[in-house]
């Protein structure tokens, strides 16, 4: 199993971040580290060298961040990337919330940054990792424009089945969260949706399968259980099936 999408990184994990990486060692094949921010991009960067072949890494900058950032923060976050992107495995998280942003500036703000992303990972053909909340149409139309990104993942993908099928029939992928253990429209979306464009994600810290609880990589398991009771298929035929498509999407 790979876990797509997660923060290690955040602070969440600071008292006893290598035991929690120890212990997705033990269920894992690898883990996918998502930069959000500046400083996440860098912590990204440390854990793909403290733990290679196990740990892979994106950067990005999230749009809620950049929904506020200054344009100095931004282009020190653009520079940092291009100096490492040798070391990421795609480009994000990035895209658009409009959950959490409702002002017509910020939600500007954030177009103008996932539209610069969306040109990094066209120019130089990287996947790019896409976050979308109370925006997935939109942000599927400013990506869809573009026909040389070689993956593109709609991660914690939560919007309606139209948009889904349509991600899916553009050859895009759908990233199903520890949401799906919990939550009766994930669990909904999924039922029609092809196995051949789903990966695996916890989001951790967030999201966790148990309520109350700090999430974590090695939950991604219970993500991968709850996929194999809605399709009613075997454990390890999904284990297999998303495995082998994040391989493909992350070239890992």
Request: hydrophobic share 35%; net charge negative; with cysteine.
């Given at each position: 199993m790979i876990d797509t999408h997660c923060h290690v990184d955040f602070k969440d994990y600071n008292k006893n971040r290598e035991e929690v990486i120890e212990r997705a060692k033990k269920d894992l094949t690898c883990i996918i580290n998502s930069g959000a921010t500046l400083g996440g991009n860098r912590r990204t960067l440390q854990l793909i060298k403290d733990h290679q072949k196990f740990i892979y890494g994106t950067f990005g900058f999230h749009p809620v961040n950049a929904a506020k950032a200054e344009a100095v923060v931004l282009k020190d976050v653009?520079?940092?990337?291009?100096?490492?992107?040798?070391?990421?495995?795609?480009?994000?998280?990035?895209?658009?919330?409009?959950?959490?942003?409702?002002?017509?500036?910020?939600?500007?703000?954030?177009?103008?940054?996932?539209?610069?992303?969306?040109?990094?990972?066209?120019?130089?053909?990287?996947?790019?990792?896409?976050?979308?909340?109370?925006?997935?149409?939109?942000?599927?139309?400013?990506?869809?424009?573009?026909?040389?990104?070689?993956?593109?993942?709609?991660?914690?993908?939560?919007?309606?089945?139209?948009?889904?099928?349509?991600?899916?029939?553009?050859?895009?992928?759908?990233?199903?969260?520890?949401?799906?253990?919990?939550?009766?429209?994930?669990?909904?979306?999924?039922?029609?949706?092809?196995?051949?464009?789903?990966?695996?994600?916890?989001d951790s810290p967030y999201l966790s399968p148990f309520k109350g609880k700090r999430n974590e990589p090695s939950n991604v398991k219970y993500v991968v259980n709850k996929i194999a009771e809605i399709k009613d298929q075997s454990f390890d035929k999904i284990d297999k099936l998303t495995e082998k498509n994040a391989k493909k999407v992350f070239r890992v």
């Open positions: 653009k520079k940092e990337i291009l100096s490492n992107l040798d070391k990421a495995v795609a480009l994000g998280e990035t895209g658009l919330d409009f959950y959490h942003t409702t002002d017509l500036e910020g939600k500007r703000k954030q177009e103008k940054v996932f539209n610069s992303f969306i040109d990094l990972a066209s120019e130089y053909e990287m996947p790019l990792l896409v976050h979308a909340r109370d925006s997935e149409r939109k942000a599927f139309e400013m990506v869809k424009k573009y026909s040389d990104i070689p993956n593109v993942v709609f991660h914690c993908y939560s919007g309606d089945d139209a948009t889904a099928k349509d991600i899916i029939d553009e050859g895009y992928f759908i990233s199903v969260s520890s949401m799906i253990c919990f939550s009766n429209h994930h669990q909904n979306l999924i039922k029609d949706l092809p196995l051949s464009y789903m990966i695996t994600e916890t």
